[in-house]
């Protein structure tokens, strides 16, 4: 009984240290705060898009750390001796390493896509040969967690792609058309652009504008 009552204490205590640095985590990474009036230029949307990156990792890892540290010292708590149980414990490392080659080659491909920057938290990629496109909502060490654009949540291991596209490496340039019932409706159309310009790095503007059937039809770049 006083094994299994040290044992919960050990397992809440693992909890309450991962929710109290997974919390804190995010205010010491951004301890930077940008004011209401600054605009962000292509610097600042980098620097943001690494603390989310970073955020995501080392929660990531730190489920893993708590988990691991956890385990031990409940079997420490229950094998007192540890000794007599090497050779059973040898027989378990063996079973766990087959059935974790795959874990180990996601951890790898995890790391591989980190230091190299293949993407960040925030980033439009394409990964194949799944054919998933999205925005990056979390990257770990084992899973990259994507978002398309219809909203379904794709949970892609990093040992399985082949192939990564990022579409934000650079400056992206889309061309939108919008199309009018209401002639009157255009000058607000065009007045809601201008509103909105200080949230782009590079303001959207009126490229083209036909009028066919009573409709109108805006070209935004």
Do not use: C
């Not at 291991?157 to 650079?170: E, L």
């Amino acid at each position: 009984l006083a094994n299994v009552i040290a044992s919960a204490l050990v397992v809440l205590f693992g909890l309450f240290a991962y929710r109290v640095v997974t919390h804190g985590l995010p205010r010491v990474l951004r301890w930077r705060r940008r004011r209401a009036e600054d605009l962000l230029d292509a610097e600042s949307v980098a620097r943001i898009k690494r603390q989310d990156t970073a955020i995501t990792l080392i929660r990531n890892a730190l489920r893993y750390v708590i988990f691991i540290i956890v385990a031990l010292f409940i079997l420490s708590i229950f094998v007192r001796n540890p000794l007599p149980a090497t050779a059973g414990a040898t027989l378990i490392a063996a079973i766990i390493g087959f059935g974790a080659q795959s874990f180990l080659r996601d951890v790898i491909a995890g790391f591989s896509i980190i230091f190299e920057g293949q993407y960040s938290v925030g980033d439009f990629i394409e990964v194949q040969p799944q054919g998933v496109s999205g925005i990056v909502e979390e990257l770990g060490l084992r899973m990259t967690k994507i978002r398309s654009l219809s909203g379904e949540v794709s949970f892609i291991p990093n040992g399985v792609m082949q192939g990564v596209t990022n579409y934000v490496s650079g400056q992206q340039r889309f061309t939108i058309e919008v199309q009018l019932s209401d002639a009157e409706a255009v000058p607000r159309v065009l007045d809601s652009l201008d509103e909105a310009s200080e949230l782009y790095i590079a303001p959207p503007r009126l490229v083209g504008r036909e009028e066919t059937g009573g409709r109108t039809r805006l070209r935004i770049v």
